[in-house]
C-alpha cells in the first residue's frame, strides 16, 4: 500500500510504500519519518519502502554485489517530479534486520528505526562512510539530530 504525506518540514514530501505485514501500522510510521524530515534540511520528495529480509537482500544483491540482507538501503535519485518537485530517492528497510539489531543493541525498536530513517534519509543527501572523515561527519551529524529527537548516541551502544 502507497501513500503520500507532507512531514513537519514543508520543504520535505514522502510517499511510504509497506510490502511487508510485520511492520506498524502506516500512521506509526509516518510518525516516526515526521520526526527524521523536521530535522532535515533539504527539499524534495522521499519514497520509504518498509519490506522484508527476502525483498532487501535481492535489492541488495542486485544492487551492490551483497548476498545478504541489511538493514537499510538508499537510492538516491535527483530527478524531477509530476509535482515539480526533486525525488531525493528512495529508503528501503528491512523490517526483520531492524528488529533483531534493535533487539542486539538493546533498543526501544521505535528509536533504531528512526536512527536508521535518518542514516537512509541522509545518505540521499549526499552523506556516506566510505571514507573514515567522511563516516565521522555522518555520524556526527546521525548524533545531534537523534539527540534533538531525544535517542542516544547509537554509535556508544554494546551489543548485548
Known amino acids: 500500500m502507497t501513500s503520500a504525506h507532507k512531514p513537519s518540514n514543508p520543504a520535505i514530501s514522502y510517499d511510504i510504500t509497506v510490502d511487508s505485514k510485520a511492520w506498524p501500522t502506516q500512521a506509526t510510521l509516518r510518525k516516526h519519518i515526521r520526526r527524521v524530515c523536521g530535522h532535515l534540511k533539504a527539499k524534495g520528495n522521499i519514497t520509504f519502502v518498509f519490506t522484508s529480509d527476502r525483498k532487501i537482500r535481492t535489492l541488495n544483491h542486485d544492487w551492490r554485489g551483497k548476498d545478504k540482507a541489511t538493514n537499510v538501503l538508499s537510492f538516491p535519485d535527483g530527478d524531477l517530479g509530476e509535482d515539480g518537485r526533486v525525488h531525493l530517492g528512495d529508503v528501503i528497510l528491512a523490517f526483520e534486520t531492524v528488529k533483531r539489531e534493535a533487539k542486539e543493541l538493546g533498543v526501544p525498536f521505535a528509536h533504531h528505526l528512526t536512527h536508521l530513517l535518518l542514516h ?27 539527540a534533538k529527537m531525544g535517542i542516544k548516541n547509537p554509535y556508544q551502544m554494546p551489543l548485548a
Open 120 to 146: 537512509g534519509s541522509l545518505h540521499l543527501l549526499g552523506y556516506d562512510h566510505i571514507q573514515e572523515k567522511d563516516a565521522k561527519a555522518m555520524e556526527t551529524l546521525e548524533i545531534r539530530l537523534l
